[in-house]
């Protein structure tokens, strides 16, 4: 299952971008920066205390009114609410409380989603007593930071992580494949759905998600037991106002971030989009098993090489997956729609797999006899051994002399080699390199 996620929530002028960008900037050597596929970035990967999370900064545009703020103000909270397992509310400690903290603070409170209240700017001693008014709010103990000056920010993640354990997803939905039906608008998400919980008839229940996700579809058949997601579907910014437009951003990368297997649907009368590539991006950072679909396919008029050339194209402009699987389908006539679970299956299954440290060991020796690694800053690599640490994704750790011997031609050539020598089609792989004296 995928990380806790933990939101951001605050008023504009609190401070908030600054303390999450100060977080995702590797100020405090807890998180490994994840730059978004869009120009404004809503999140990044993090760890604190062998804890992996992923943080979202709900943050809109700049309001003109007080009004304004309010509206704003309450559809953050919503989202957080919706999408988050733990919430960080931030406020102002040189400004103190105001009507929309207020607000904010009565739909929170409500949530029962666990809230750490986070007053920022106490920049110094003689500023923590403007805490204390901020236990008014009703939401629990309040903790002083200084986001621009990093104070406090270990405290305020330790209460973060308190709420993990308490975040977790019942036991029995680790069970179940969780898919997400990731794309644009009226490209046949739902439909695709309805197609695949219609044709198989064996619902288990068909209920509103848990308040993470749109709409949850539990399935089972014999190749397993799935959820279906439903994801609202990403406009492109010029369609519609930059602010809705970052709202569905978020509930789409929570959904991601929750799956097992994206599945990207394109409208196959419209082909690949800029929006596509973005947001399929996000799956691609989080090393997902990842298929793309290629739905409304009886609309198009074909012959024999049509398939391909398509197939060819949608490779040209989506590289970075190349280890992707690809479906044509119509999700109206039922057309390839039985191969859906069925693909999705085998894209978890590779996303799952596990390989034995003797074979893998073998499979990277033969590997550096074929094709020895290049001098980098008058070093040669050197693996010692690699041992598989992890699994959805699957993760291997390498042991070297030298980490920054590194090069990144070779570091692709071994990933080829382990996805070929594997069967890591459909799913992300994840390598990391360490060092380790020679003995």
């Not at 020796?365 to 994704?393: D, G, H, N, W």
């Not at 070779?410 to 060092?435: C, P, V």
């Amino acid at each position: 299952m995928g990380k806790p996620i933990v939101a951001m929530v605050g008023r504009p002028n609190v401070g908030k971008s600054t303390l999450f960008n100060r977080l995702a900037g590797k100020r405090i050597s807890i998180v490994e920066d994840t730059p978004g596929v869009t120009r404004d970035r809503v999140y990044a990967e993090a760890e604190w205390l062998s804890y992996n999370f992923t943080m979202i900064d709900t943050g809109g545009i700049e309001p003109e009114s007080d009004d304004v703020i309010v509206k704003q103000m309450r559809r953050q909270a919503t989202i957080a609410i919706e999408t988050a397992d733990v919430i960080v509310f931030i406020v102002d400690g040189k400004e103190g409380i105001t009507p929309a903290d207020e607000e904010v603070a009565n739909m929170l409170r409500k949530s029962k989603k666990p809230i750490v209240l986070v007053v920022n700017k106490v920049d110094s001693l003689k500023e923590e007593d403007n805490a204390w008014e901020f236990y008014n709010l009703g939401i629990g103990d309040p903790i002083t930071i200084s986001a621009s000056q990093g104070l406090g920010l270990g405290d305020m993640l330790d209460r973060v992580v308190e709420n993990f354990d308490n975040a977790e997803l019942e036991d029995e939905e680790d069970e179940y494949i969780r898919i997400a039906m990731i794309g644009k608008p009226n490209v046949g998400k739902s439909s695709l759905i309805n197609r695949l919980l219609g044709e198989e008839r064996v619902i288990v229940s068909n209920v509103p998600g848990t308040t993470r996700d749109a709409i949850d579809s539990y399935l089972e058949n014999e190749l397993g037991k799935f959820i279906l997601v439903d994801t609202a579907g990403v406009r492109r910014k010029s369609k519609v106002k930059a602010e809705i437009e970052r709202y569905s951003v978020i509930r789409t990368l929570a959904a991601i971030e929750r799956a097992d297997v994206c599945i990207l649907m394109i409208d196959a009368t419209e082909g690949i989009t800029e929006q596509d590539e973005k947001i399929i991006g996000y799956a691609h950072e989080m090393k997902k098993a990842i298929m793309v679909i290629v739905n409304k396919w009886d609309l198009i008029e074909k012959d024999d090489k049509t398939m391909e050339k398509f197939k060819k194209e949608l490779q040209q402009n989506l590289k970075f997956l190349a280890y992707a699987e690809y479906l044509f389908i119509s999700a109206l006539t039922g057309q390839r729609t039985h191969k859906v679970l069925e693909i999705a299956k085998k894209c978890y299954d590779n996303y799952n797999k596990r390989v034995s440290t003797g074979i893998l060991n073998d499979v990277i020796s033969k590997a550096i006899l074929m094709k020895e690694p290049p001098i980098v800053a008058l070093k040669r690599l050197k693996i010692f051994y690699a041992t598989q640490v992890a699994t959805k994704p699957p993760k291997f750790v390498f042991f070297v002399n030298d980490t920054n011997a590194r090069h990144f031609s070779y570091e692709r050539y071994l990933e080829n080699q382990l996805r070929e020598s594997f069967d890591f089609k459909g799913t992300g792989i994840q390598i990391e390199y360490r060092e380790r004296k020679e003995k």
